[in-house]
């Protein structure tokens, strides 16, 4: 069964970090991209990252570009978004997500994870 797992969300003052993870089972993504959405309350779900898994290459949305970082581990099957600099806008559910293509609008998706909520206060 495959599953995406995120984990490592929580509240954090404006200006803080935080760490997430999406922890990938079930298959091997080697051929995958890898990318993070997030969705405030209310709006639409927005693209924040995306890495390939087999060359490490990265994308940014203009609004997190400078201050998040994506990345992963292949040992651990697991992608990473370190984010620092956080702002109020910053807060929403976070998803991590698994595709044979780069997309910024999260069609065409194989997997998806739960989401994890991050909550930056002013």
């Known amino acids: 069964q495959v599953q995406l797992v995120e984990s490592g969300g929580g509240l954090v003052q404006a200006g803080g970090s935080l760490r997430l993870s999406c922890a990938a089972s079930?298959?091997?993504?080697?051929?995958?991209?890898m990318t993070w959405f997030r969705q405030a309350p209310g709006k639409e779900r927005e693209f924040v990252a995306a890495?390939?898994?087999?060359?490490?290459?990265?994308y940014y949305a203009d609004s997190v570009k400078g201050r998040f970082t994506i990345s992963r581990d292949n040992a651990k099957n697991t992608v990473y978004l370190q984010m620092n600099s956080l702002k109020p806008e910053d807060t929403a559910v976070y998803y991590c997500?698994?595709?044979?293509?780069?997309?910024?609008?999260?069609?065409?998706?194989?997997?998806w994870g739960k989401g994890t909520l991050v909550t930056v206060s002013s």
């Open positions: 079930g298959r091997t993504f080697s051929s995958y991209v």
């Open positions: 890495i390939r898994w087999s060359d490490g290459n990265t």
């Open positions: 997500a698994a595709g044979l293509r780069w997309t910024t609008t999260g069609q065409g998706m194989d997997y």
